[in-house]
C-alpha cells in the first residue's frame, strides 16, 4: 500500500474521530461537515474548491432532491397525529387493552404502530410521553426507563420493517431502486425478533429495578392528566393502516401504483378529515407552517452529513476502505451489515449513515451477486443499532429533552434496546439472508 492511500486513509479516519466528538459536543452539524470535508480533501487529493463545489454540494443536492419530499410529508402526517391527539389516542386504547399489568409493553407497541404508520419518531416521542408518564406513576415504575420505552418503541423495530413509510426505507429505495417493501419475509422476521427481546428486556429491567426498591419518583414539570379529550383509537388507526396499504398497492407490472410521498399526503388529510374535530381550526396555518421548517431544519442536517460522505467517496483511499469492508470473513450480507453500523454510528444517525451508505455500498455488493432485496433489508436493520449511541439527536432530544432524564440515569437501558437488542436482530438478519436468499 502506497502512502498516499495511508495518508488518505488516516485523514478519513481522522475525520470521523472528529465529526463523532464534535458532534456530541454540540457543534453545529454544518461546521462540522465542512472541516471534516477539509480533512479528506487534503489528505485524499482532492482538489479543495472541487470537495467543496462539486463532491459535497453534489451529494448534498442529490440528496435533497431525492428525499425531500418524502421528509415534508412524513412531517406533515405527524403533525396531523398531534393536531388531532390522534397519536394519544392509540397509546390510550392499546393500554386500556392490554391492562394495567402489561401497560409499560404498551408503551413501546404504540410507538411502533405509529411509525410504521409514517409518523416521524419525534412526533412520536412527544405525543407518547404524558401517556408514559401517566402510566409509570399509576405503576410505581422508576422513571428513568421511560426514554428506554420510547426510544426502542420509534427507532427500531418499525422504523425499519418492510414496508413503513419511514424516510430509511426511502433511502435505500432510491438509491438502489428497490421497493420500500423489499426482503420482506426476513426482514419482518428480524424486526419481530428485535420487538419480542425487546419488550421481555424492557420488562425484566423495570421488574428487577421495582424489585430492588425503585419507585416512581417525579420530576419538576411532570403533569398528570387522565381525562384529555381524545378521539376514538381505532379511527386514528384507519390513516395509519391506509398510508401504509396504498403505499405498497402494485400494478400488473408489478410496480408501485402510487409514490410513498403521494400515501403519505392521502393519509395526512385523512387524519385531519376523520379527527377535525379535535383540531383547533385557528392554529392549522400557524402548525402546517411550523412543519415545514421543521423539514427544512431536519433534512439539511441529514445532507449535511450526506455531503461530506459524498467527500469520502472521491478520496484516493475510498476503493482500499470498501475492498476492506467486501473482503471480510464471512457471508457478504454480514460485510454490508458491519460498514452500514459502523458508518451510522459515526454519523450519529441511521437516515444520515443510510444516506452515505447507500449509495456507496449498496451497488458494491449488488454487483458481488447479493439479492438487490436483501442489500436494501440488510442495510435497513443494520442502520438502526450502533446510531443511536449517546451523541444522537433524537437519544439526546428524548432523554434530555423531553422526558427530563441525564444519560447517566437513563442511558443504560436505552442502550440496551436501541443498539444491542438492533445489533442482534442484525445478526439474525444476515442469517436468515444467507440461508434463506431467495424468499421474497
Known sequence: ???????????????????????????????????????????????????????????????????????????????????????????????????????????PLACGILGYGGVSAFVISFAVFPIAL??????????????????????????IAPGAPQIHNAIIANALGTSIMAGAVNGFLSSGFMLVVGCIWLYKMVQKEKKNGAHFIAKDGDVFNSNENLPNGFIALIP??????????????????????????????????????????????NELGNAIKSTVFSITNTCAV??????????????????????????????LAIGTTVIAGICGSASGGLGIAAPLLGPVFIAKGVDP????????????????????????TVTNGVCNETHKDA??????LTVVVPFLGTLVGV????????LP
Do not use: W
Open 306 to 335: 450526506v455531503g461530506f460522505g459524498s467527500v469520502v467517496k472521491g478520496a484516493a483511499a475510498f476503493d482500499t476502505v470498501v475492498k476492506a469492508m467486501t473482503d471480510i470473513p464471512g457471508p457478504a450480507t454480514l460485510g
Open 134 to 159: 401517566q402510566v409509570f406513576h399509576e405503576a410505581d415504575l422508576p422513571r428513568r426507563f421511560i426514554p428506554a420505552a420510547l426510544c426502542f418503541g420509534c427507532s427500531t423495530f418499525a422504523m
Open 240 to 285: 395509519l393502516i391506509v398510508t401504509v396499504v396504498i403505499i405498497n398497492l402494485k400494478n400488473a407490472e408489478g410496480k408501485n401504483i402510487l409514490h410513498l410521498e403521494t400515501g403519505l399526503l392521502i393519509g395526512t388529510v385523512l387524519t385531519m378529515v376523520l379527527m377535525h374535530n379535535f383540531i383547533k381550526k385557528a392554529e392549522i396555518s
Open 1 to 107: 500500500m502506497d502512502f498516499e492511500i495511508l495518508l488518505s486513509i488516516f485523514g478519513i479516519l481522522i475525520a470521523m474521530v472528529m465529526l463523532v466528538i464534535l458532534v456530541m459536543r454540540g457543534i453545529n452539524i454544518f461546521l462540522i461537515a465542512f472541516a471534516c470535508t477539509a480533512v479528506v480533501a487534503i489528505t485524499g487529493k482532492i482538489n479543495m474548491y472541487e470537495a467543496y463545489k462539486t463532491n459535497y454540494m453534489g451529494g448534498f443536492v442529490t440528496f435533497l432532491q431525492a428525499n425531500f419530499f418524502v421528509f415534508l410529508t412524513g412531517t406533515l402526517m405527524g403533525k396531523a397525529m398531534e393536531m388531532t391527539n390522534g397519536a394519544k389516542a392509540i397509546a390510550k386504547m392499546l393500554i386500556k387493552a392490554l391492562g394495567s399489568e402489561k401497560a409499560l409493553i404498551a408503551i
Open 373 to 396: 432485496g436483501a442489500v436494501a433489508r440488510i442495510m435497513a436493520i443494520s442502520s438502526s443499532s450502533l446510531d443511536s449511541l449517546p451523541h444522537n439527536g433524537y437519544i439526546v
Open 431 to 438: 442469517l436468515l439472508f444467507t440461508l434463506f436468499p431467495n
Open 411 to 416: 442511558y443504560g437501558p436505552v442502550f440496551n
